[in-house]
T-cell receptor
């Protein structure tokens, strides 16, 4: 498996502000993903972070709200922009170490917006 | 209809008991299947992949029924540490994306 670290692990933010979440992997991976898990619900894929190209967003998620960077094969960031209380959630990055293999998750970022 | 559906539970069982639960998926072309475990306020962790012939990992047994489009997980000799939410996860055949069930909560009591 891999060591996948997310920063920050939690934050409390004011409405209207933005927060950037970092995801660092200890090995080079092609596929990185960003998920959201709202309270009491399962995981929803936000986007796939592609190295060297723009992220691919799922239905209901847009780049202006969730800009993503993927500067290299071990790192990605997700920004949650212009936050509202509805954005309070756990945000998780995951990686696929080899094609077709299960994904492994970072330890998550718990975000609360006041 | 959701792509992956699970009985949310909770399943409350005594230590040492056997507990089993299912998950159904809607896309007959789904290719890969997994069970993940998620503890409260933690990230999901892979428990086991599910193979067509069924597979066992210690006290955990996973089965796949493609004809009826369901996956099952059985936990034998339950331990207190098995208390968690178990997520059924399905990978579509045409891409790398995963679909998650909402989870089945298991509570093992002393």
């Amino acid at each position: 498996s891999a060591v996948i670290s997310q920063k920050p692990s939690r934050d409390i933010c004011q409405r209207g502000t933005s927060l950037t979440i970092q995801c660092q992997v200890d090995s080079q991976v092609t596929m990185m993903f960003w998920y959201r898990q709202q309270p009491g619900q399962s995981l929803t894929l936000i986007a796939t972070a592609n190295q060297g190209s723009e992220a691919t967003y799922e239905s209901g998620f847009v780049i202006d709200k969730f800009p993503i960077s993927r500067p290299n094969l071990t790192f990605s960031t997700l920004t949650v922009s212009n936050m509202s209380p509805e954005d309070s959630s756990i945000y998780l990055c995951s990686v696929e170490l080899r094609e077709g293999q299960p994904q492994h998750f970072g330890d998550g970022t718990r975000l609360s917006i006041l | 209809r959701k792509e992956v559906e699970q009985d949310p539970g909770p399943f409350n069982v005594p230590e040492g008991a056997t507990v089993a639960f299912n998950c159904t998926y809607s896309n007959s072309a789904s290719q890969s299947f997994f069970w993940y475990r998620q503890d409260c306020r933690k990230e999901p962790k892979l428990l086991m992949s599910v193979y067509s012939s069924g597979n066992e990992d210690g006290r955990f047994t996973a089965q796949l029924n493609r004809a009826s489009q369901y996956i099952s997980l059985l936990i034998r000799d339950s331990k207190l540490s098995d208390s968690a939410t178990y997520l059924c996860v399905v990978r579509r055949s045409n891409d790398y994306k995963l679909s998650f069930g909402a989870g089945t909560t298991v509570t093992v009591r002393a």
